[in-house]
């Protein structure tokens, strides 16, 4: 079975650009959820999707957007990018609703410039 | 708010030998889980071993074991016969059921020596 995969592994980005961040989970998962790394902030939960819904969002401001397709491959969304969104993106899913267990992708590394 | 303290920023051990790490949370939840993920080079976050918190019995996964201590809110790590390959960082998480999401520790980066 394959595990959960992050497209593109790397990104290069100008301030004030956007970009869109893909995740494709394991599957048979329905629950896909986001998180940022960065040395300072250490990993942050952004937002978790269920059935194409957003059940949980962290605190990050609105230029943050994801969403959830019905195969529930998910995407997050930056926009107006600045140079403190360089970061480690990593993507987990997990079972169902009642998850225990969430496995991670090997991440997207988006430097702003 | 739940919270997760890692109060070793890094560790070193002999290869071959066993290492403990530790992890502190704090919460009002009585239905949680913790965890140990694995983070190497590679970056992708590994799951390392899992713990419910209604279970009185340790979890344990091979090499890997945990002392989880509910009224202390300590979930500590025991890497028995520590091998080159377990040189990561290892963050400790917390999930509480309707929360839907992991709040992790800051993490404790492992280094193992020959």
């Known amino acids: 079975k394959a595990g959960v995969t992050q497209t593109p592994r790397y990104l290069i980005k100008t301030r004030g650009q956007q970009v869109t961040l893909s995740c494709s989970p394991i599957s048979g998962h329905r629950s896909v959820s986001w998180y940022q790394q960065t040395p300072g902030q250490g990993l942050q939960f952004l937002f978790e999707?269920?059935?194409?819904?957003?059940?949980n969002k962290g605190n990050f401001p609105g230029r943050f957007s994801g969403r959830q397709f019905s195969n529930s491959r998910s995407e997050m969304n930056v926009s107006t990018l600045e140079l403190g969104d360089s970061a480690l993106y990593l993507c987990?899913?997990?079972?169902?609703?009642?998850?225990?267990?969430?496995?991670f992708g090997q991440g997207t590394r988006l430097t702003v410039v | 708010a739940q919270t997760v303290t890692q109060s070793q920023p890094e560790m070193s051990v002999q290869e071959a030998e066993t290492v403990t790490l530790s992890c502190t949370y704090d919460?009002?939840?009585?239905?949680?889980?913790l965890f140990w993920y694995k983070q190497p080079p590679s970056r992708q976050m590994i799951l390392v071993i899992r713990?419910?918190?209604?279970?009185?019995q340790n979890a344990t996964e091979n090499r890997f074991s945990v002392n989880f201590q509910k009224a202390a809110k300590s979930f500590s790590l025991k890497i028995s016969d520590s091998q080159l390959g377990d040189a990561a960082m290892y963050f400790c998480a917390y999930y509480a059921l309707g929360n839907e999401k992991l709040t992790f520790g800051t993490g404790t980066r492992l280094t193992i020596i020959p």
């Open positions: 987990a899913s997990s079972l169902s609703s009642r998850r225990t267990e969430a496995f």
């Open positions: 919460t009002s939840e009585s239905d949680y889980y």
């Open positions: 999707y269920f059935s194409e819904t957003q059940r």
């Open positions: 713990q419910e918190a209604y279970k009185q």
